[in-house]
């Protein structure tokens, strides 16, 4: 399980998110929906240890720690930058499971 709980960051005088709170269970495949510049990459980011939290708490089940790169360590995330050619015939599907298996 992973809990973000009221995770805030920024580049320097950038705020780009703000108190975002949220839990992924264990098993579930969740995904980020929003426009250009909403933070999407900024929280997954976060998440994977590539960015630092300037405020909240990232959780999981083995641990609790407000440092990002403790939760990649702990292998609750994992962050994979996508290229256009990689696998183009996979589907939607198969390309969200494909961080389980690496």
Not at 14 to 26: G, H, N, P
Not at 82 to 101: E, I, K, P, Y
Request: charged fraction near 20%; include cysteine.
């Amino acid at each position: 399980m992973l809990n973000v709980r009221h995770l805030s960051v920024g580049y320097k005088e950038l705020l780009a998110i703000q108190d975002v709170s949220f839990t992924v269970k264990q098993g579930e495949v969740v995904s980020l929906v929003g426009s250009n510049g909403a933070g999407k990459s900024t929280i997954l980011r976060t998440i994977a240890g590539c960015c630092a939290p300037g405020k909240g708490r990232l959780s999981s089940k083995a641990s609790r720690s407000t440092s990002s790169r403790h939760m990649r360590s702990c292998g609750s995330a994992s962050l994979w930058c996508r290229r256009q050619a990689a696998f183009r015939t996979a589907v939607v599907l198969d390309n969200l499971l494909l961080g389980r298996t690496l």
